[in-house]
T-cell receptor, first 114, second 112 residues
Framework: GAGVSQSPRYKVAKRGQDVALRCDPI?????LFWYQQALGQGPEFLTY????????KSGLPSDRFFAERPEGSVSTLKIQRTQQEDSAVYLC????????????FGPGTRLTVL | DAKTTQPTSMDCAEGRAANLPCNHS???????VYWYRQIHSQGPQYIIH???NNETNEMASLIITEDRKSSTLILPHATLRDTAVYYC?????????????FGAGTTVTVRA
């Protein structure tokens, strides 16, 4: 079956531009997560949704980062006024049931801010 | 989460067993040991998890010491496609412990 998909796979932005990254979770998965992975490091948690409710956004690094999942399926991570330190791979994961279930990851979006 | 310590990197020969160590000396009684791997340009992939008994599945075996302070992931016959970063994580399943704390992991290179 289809796994988690993310688009675009690669995004280049000029500093100060806004970007939107899309995640399509596995159909029927109620939980959705976003992680940020800097070069050479492990992924770090950003935010967690259960259906359309954003239950945890403690990992978002600044108020320039915003995530939504309005219909409890597709999610969008938006970064406003991008900075060079935002350059990273942004990973989306989904799981069935509650948040403690096995997380299935997408391939990620590599964001490069010039 | 309890912290884990893994070697930064290791090499292994194709066709041989790869033994990946992980130290988790502060693990609590209800925390499980999970292993994930991340192949280049892909998202992390779940491999296996266990509490205290040894576990085996189609991908790997997990050996946990009796005091649970360390564990070893075994890839029985490493192939070139097993080249990846391997992450050892401790967490409590079925709880609100949903944030996976990956750390830096072990970069495993399988050589022909």
């Amino acid at each position: 079956g289809a796994g988690v998909s993310q688009s675009p796979r690669y995004k280049v932005a000029k500093r100060g531009q806004d970007v939107a990254l899309r995640c399509d979770p596995i159909s029927g998965h109620v939980s959705l997560f976003w992680y940020q992975q800097a070069l050479g490091q492990g992924p770090e948690f950003l935010t967690y949704f259960q259906n359309e409710a954003q239950l945890d956004k403690s990992g978002l690094p600044s108020d320039r980062f915003f995530a939504e999942r309005p219909e409890g399926s597709v999610s969008t991570l938006k970064i406003q006024r991008t900075q060079q330190e935002d350059s990273a791979v942004y990973l989306c994961a989904s799981s069935s049931g509650g948040g403690a279930g096995e997380q299935f990851f997408g391939p990620g979006t590599r964001l490069t801010v010039l | 989460d309890a912290k884990t310590t893994q070697p930064t990197s290791m090499d292994c020969a194709e066709g041989r067993a790869a033994n990946l160590p992980c130290n988790h000396s502060t693990i609590s009684g209800n925390e499980y040991v999970y292993w994930y791997r991340q192949i280049h340009s892909q998202g992390p992939q779940y491999i296996i998890h266990g509490l205290k008994n040894n576990e085996t599945n189609e991908m790997a075996s997990l050996i946990i010491t009796e005091d649970r302070k360390s564990s070893t992931l075994i890839l029985p016959h490493a192939t070139l496609r097993d080249t990846a970063v391997y992450y050892c994580i401790v967490r409590v399943p079925g709880s609100n412990d949903y944030k996976l704390s990956f750390g830096a992991g072990t970069t495993v290179t399988v050589r022909a």
